[in-house]
């Protein structure tokens, strides 16, 4: 009889490695969106060259090895992460590209005896020693380490033991057994859940898409023929863009799992309206929390977002004063594993939630993508999510541009067909408000995301912030230029002649009051409403706001 997961020690894990990389090995494990199939075997090879080359470099069973690949090296991660686990090493995974920071944090914090890479030819491995610090080898029971980007952006490392590596796979349960199709790169926790599970024999293997395209995915999975695909949120959205022969490609696939960030429940309820021959797992969780987590069974009588707990997972929700608040009541999600015994830590999500009276968990907001905007709080998620409902655009991401006198929201879009950024502007405002519509609209090939597919806002406000110092100067008086922010905010025009009309470009009686409070607020003047229908045009607006000044 097989051990109880808490009973689980890394030498169990590595037995069960063995079994399942030994079994069938003329059976592809990696399915790659090149073409090229590799198996069982083939990995097997790679991992005893990397043993190999481990010894060469004197590394011993219990030191810790950085094992730091990106997309395109999976065979090579897939057979230094099993080299590693047969030599006794225990492995600390990174995603090569995803931040020096990242890998910074493991040298830092863990007693790291070498890393390996993927050959820059891509034939091979290369070993770089480092000379580790005076720090104690990782206990008995650590078998891996991940590093993810934390719920407070800096790096956090996480120590991951056998008993909880193994209670996470074949989670949630219900999948078919065939090959998982997943864009998350090596090295991030998905994807390396999705992993263990192929290399285990819990499921027919991975389709590892390499280079994201909505259609080139479709096509690697029914090349693979997946039987589930997992996602995050904001890929999933951008495949409902398919035309309906390239979602036809998807008809083999029976389970689509959302994961790697929250995701709201009109997308889980498109999802489904678009493939309904598909079960949609919304899957929540953290890479510091995991392998606690909860995942919803999507159902039209119940398109709550995400779920319940799964086995282990404790679940509670603080109030503002850090103590429990009653079922039913929103408050900050924390979430901690726990299959035996009592709680040893609570991870905090940074998430809003409320947790219902049987058990459910309801996702609100992630506190992070609020923020201030044209005097307002603003979604960026539901900015991101208006954009895609435009049909303008393919994929869209949005941030702030920290400017005085006030925040400018940027949105970084992917056209669909030619840039029209007045039309979605024009499109943002009226679902959303002024406050949602952005000061600037980036026309971008690609929108800046980590190899979980989630966005890199910083390097989108980056973008726009050089867009905005490129812009020619005005020359005009701090009056004027606050003013003419003011008014690109509230109607969406990056140009603003003395002439233009402020009703003529499409402000109402709303927007004379929300303009009056930015100007109050930015100038320090009280203004009369009924100074906009006296002095609509921009240049005499402007002279009433200065000689009102005090």
Not at 289 to 312: I, K, N, Q
Request: aromatic share 4%; proline share 7%.
């Amino acid at each position: 009889m097989a051990p109880s997961t808490v009973d689980i020690v890394p030498d169990d894990y590595r037995r069960a490695l063995r079994a399942g990389t030994g079994h069938d090995p003329d059976s592809v494990l990696l399915f790659l969106d090149d073409g090229t199939d590799v198996t069982r075997r083939r990995i097997g090879a790679l991992a005893d060259d990397c043993r190999t080359l481990l010894r060469d470099h004197g590394v011993a069973s219990g030191d810790v090895v950085v094992l730091e690949f990106d997309g395109r090296a999976w065979p090579l991660f897939v057979g230094a992460y099993l080299g590693c686990h047969l030599a006794g090493v225990v492995p600390a995974l990174v995603t090569a590209g995803g931040g020096d920071d990242r890998r910074q944090a493991l040298l830092d914090r863990l007693p790291v005896r070498c890393l390996v890479r993927g050959h820059p030819g891509g034939s091979g491995y290369q070993v770089a020693e480092v000379s580790p610090p005076d720090r104690a080898r990782p206990a008995g029971d650590v078998l891996e380490y991940l590093v993810s980007s934390g719920t407070t952006g800096e790096p956090a490392v996480v120590a991951v033991t056998a008993a909880a590596r193994m209670a996470a796979t074949g989670r949630p349960g219900g999948e078919p057994r065939g090959p998982v199709a997943l864009t998350a790169p090596p090295g991030t926790t998905a994807a390396h859940t999705a992993l263990v599970d192929a290399l285990l024999g819990r499921s027919g293997g991975l389709a590892c898409c390499t280079t994201w395209s909505p259609s080139g995915f479709a096509a690697l999975a029914e090349r693979a023929g997946a039987g589930a695909v997992l996602l995050a949120p904001a890929l999933a959205a951008q495949l409902l863009a398919l035309p309906e022969a390239d979602l036809r490609r998807l008809r083999g696939v029976r389970v689509l799992r959302l994961g790697m960030a929250p995701a709201a429940a009109d997308l889980v309820e498109d999802v489904a309206d678009r493939l309904p021959w598909l079960t949609v797992l919304n899957v929540y969780t953290t890479s510091e929390a995991w392998p606690a987590g909860t995942v919803m069974r999507y159902g039209r009588d119940d398109p709550r977002s995400v779920g319940r707990a799964l086995a282990g997972t404790r679940i509670r929700i603080l109030g503002a004063d850090g103590r429990p608040v009653p079922a039913g009541t929103p408050g900050a999600i924390q979430l901690a594993y726990a299959p035996d015994g009592p709680v040893t830590r609570w991870v905090d999500t940074a998430d809003v939630g409320r947790l219902e009276a049987d058990g459910t968990l309801v996702f609100e907001r992630r506190d992070a993508d609020l923020v201030s905007a044209g005097g307002a709080v603003v979604s960026l998620a539901a900015v991101e999510m208006a954009a895609l409902a435009s049909g303008l655009a393919v994929d869209a991401g949005a941030a702030v541009v920290e400017r005085a006198p006030g925040d400018r929201l940027a949105v970084a879009v992917v056209w669909r067909g030619e840039a029209r950024d007045e039309e979605l502007r024009r499109h943002l405002r009226d679902r959303l408000g002024a406050a949602a519509t952005p000061a600037v609209v980036l026309g971008v090939a690609e929108v800046p995301r980590d190899g979980q597919g989630k966005l890199r806002r910083a390097d989108i406000a980056r973008r726009a912030e050089d867009l905005v110092r490129a812009a020619p100067a005005t020359g005009e008086d701090p009056v004027a230029g606050t003013v003419r922010e003011i008014w690109t905010e509230l109607l969406g025009r990056p140009a603003i002649g003395p002439d233009d009309d402020f009703f003529a470009l499409g402000a109402d009686s709303l927007l004379t009051v929300l303009c009056n409070s930015l100007v109050e607020e930015r100038l320090g003047v009280m203004l009369p409403l009924s100074v906009h229908y006296d002095r609509p045009r921009f240049a005499e607006f402007t002279e009433a706001v200065r000689a009102s000044r005090p």
